[in-house]
């Protein structure tokens, strides 16, 4: 049990101004296993002071990029040092399959701070052009954007927060970082990893709280940047209290992406990557493929298949190695999900794996589940489930396959399955989608992130993900 009676804000702990607190429950064992204090407005209100302090202070503005590179890196030897125990407590509040936790959770954050720390070191903040009418040049340079609001989820939380905390402080951004209720611990690992690796007063802030407490962040007049990741109805409240205030904002929403199989697909390859692909984190992230689109001729066998796979998969204890599928991160979460899987089969789909819970005592679990003979018009194929819950569409040629992928509101991952990769590449290319993964799919941390339509605005990742934490000025020059 963890229980943290103070909040961290501008390099402090010190309690929270009111006595709520929120507490975490582990989604397996359905115990009490940590608590903090809720921030209230008032310490909202700190924290944006501290960050708006830290933004001017000669300890933080007036670093030159490789000494704030080197505190970057420094904090990442924090991270490394504690590895297992925070990928550890990821899986205990959220039931992520450890095996999947250790390197998403684990590992990945100390990666996106190294790969920043370098860019912050060999990205240059000015550079001269010559004038277009010849007459001098012009300095470009990139200037931190400010004090940046990163509000994040529970499905991925260390990482989610790295996606932003890393770029924002390469870019010279202090941050005030909201976590989800349900995965409010790890923030406090983060924040004292910080602080033990001397990154200076009020450039990481931790305002842990629900919706009001983030709605209440993201339009506070100290911000200059919105950084968020969620479901696509909060993101739009965010993006419209953002545009009323011509704020920047960064939106990583939800997904209901497409694995296309193409007829000349290795099926095999598609089931021994289904776990990762379709089903990562027990259907609990936004870019898992869970439409697979399969040709009329083969569409049995696809079926037969990923219905296979979902039946195989080992259900249970989080912590357990073996385990490839945990709970659903709460009971109201797994009632949602129950419900879709109640409304497919209202609808006439067919169940072919899974449909419900597993014979256990306690824990929010749902067996993987999969639907054939499904509407391409159903609620179950159109909604973003957020569960281990796929659906298996027919098509007849790969036209029919890349529209029926790109007849959606959303826009995220998604993935090609063919034994011809230029074929592959073609058919990603005409993906309405942020993302793509030829015969697998996996993210990588140096190439830009986001979402195609109701999935998103803006990029996480790669230079262009540090390129969001920075302002841009052009100093004219005569000479
Ligand atoms: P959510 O939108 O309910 O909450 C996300 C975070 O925003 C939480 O910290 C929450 O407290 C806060 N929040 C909620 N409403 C808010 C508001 N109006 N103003 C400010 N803050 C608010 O989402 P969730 O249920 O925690 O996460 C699941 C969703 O996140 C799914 O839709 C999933 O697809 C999406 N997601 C997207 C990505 C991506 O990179 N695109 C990654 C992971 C998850």
Redesign the pocket.
């Known amino acids: 049990m963890q229980v943290h009676e103070s909040l961290y804000l501008g390099g402090e702990w010190r309690p929270a101004l009111d006595n709520a607190a929120i507490e975490v429950r582990s989604p397996s064992t359905e115990q009490l296993i940590g608590s903090v204090p809720a921030a209230g407005r008032a310490d909202v209100d700190d924290a944006v002071a501290a960050a708006r302090r830290a933004l001017r202070s000669a300890e933080w503005a007036d670093l030159n990029p490789d000494r704030r590179a080197a505190l970057i890196d420094r904090f990442a030897d924090e991270l490394v040092a504690d590895l297992a125990d925070r990928a550890r407590l990821t899986s205990e509040q959220n039931g992520m399959p450890i095996s999947i936790a250790l390197p998403a959770e684990g590992q990945l954050p100390v990666g996106l701070l190294r790969y920043y720390a370098e860019l912050c070191r060999t990205r240059p903040v000015e550079e001269r052009r010559p004038r277009l009418d010849g007459r001098g040049s012009t300095l470009v340079r990139r200037e931190p954007v400010g004090v940046v609001a990163a ?6 939380p260390q990482t ?1 927060t790295m996606f932003k905390l890393a770029p924002a402080l390469a870019a010279g951004c202090p941050v005030v970082l ?5 995965t409010v611990l790890d923030a406090f690992e983060l924040a004292a990893a910080a602080d033990r690796a001397g990154i200076p007063p009020g450039v990481l802030n931790v305002v842990p ?3 009001d ?3 209440y ?2 339009a506070h007049p100290g911000v200059d940047k919105v950084a ?8 739009r ?2 993006g419209e209290a953002c545009g009323r205030l011509l704020r920047p904002v960064t939106l ?4 209901k992406s497409a694995a296309i199989v193409a007829d000349d697909a290795d099926v095999a390859a598609l089931a021994q990557r289904l776990a990762g692909v379709s089903l990562l984190n027990s259907g609990q ?3 898992v493929s869970t439409r697979i689109l399969a040709p009329r001729r083969r569409y049995d066998e696809v079926v037969d298949a990923v219905a296979g796979v979902a039946g195989s998969l080992t259900v249970g204890d989080p912590l357990d190695r073996a385990t490839q599928i945990g709970p659903m991160v709460s009971s109201r979460h797994r009632d949602r999900v129950e419900a879709y899987i109640e409304l497919g089969v209202a609808e006439g789909a067919k169940l072919v794996a899974g449909g419900g819970r597993p014979e256990t005592d306690r824990g929010w679990f749902v067996r993987p589940t999969v639907f054939a003979g499904v509407d391409a018009d159903s609620r179950i194929a159109r909604e ?1 489930i ?1 569960g281990p819950v796929l659906v298996v569409l027919p098509y007849e040629e790969l036209d029919e396959a890349v529209a029926l992928a790109n007849d959606s509101d959303y826009g ?1 991952g998604g993935t090609v399955w063919t034994s011809d990769v230029e074929k592959g590449i073609d058919l990603a290319r005409r993906i309405e989608s942020g993302s793509v993964g030829v015969n697998f799919y996996s993210l990588d941390p140096a190439s830009p ?3 195609y339509k109701d ?2 605005v803006g990029r ?1 990742l790669g230079p262009e993900g540090l390129a969001a934490y920075e302002q841009l000025k052009s100093i004219y020059l005569s000479h």
């Open positions: 509000v994040v989820p529970w499905n991925f989610l909201k976590p989800s209720p349900e709280g629900g919706a407490v983030g709605e962040l993201v968020f990741t969620g479901s696509t109805t909060a993101g409240e965010i990583e929403l939800g997904g992230t936004c870019y973003e957020f995220l992130f986001g979402g999935s998103g996480e």
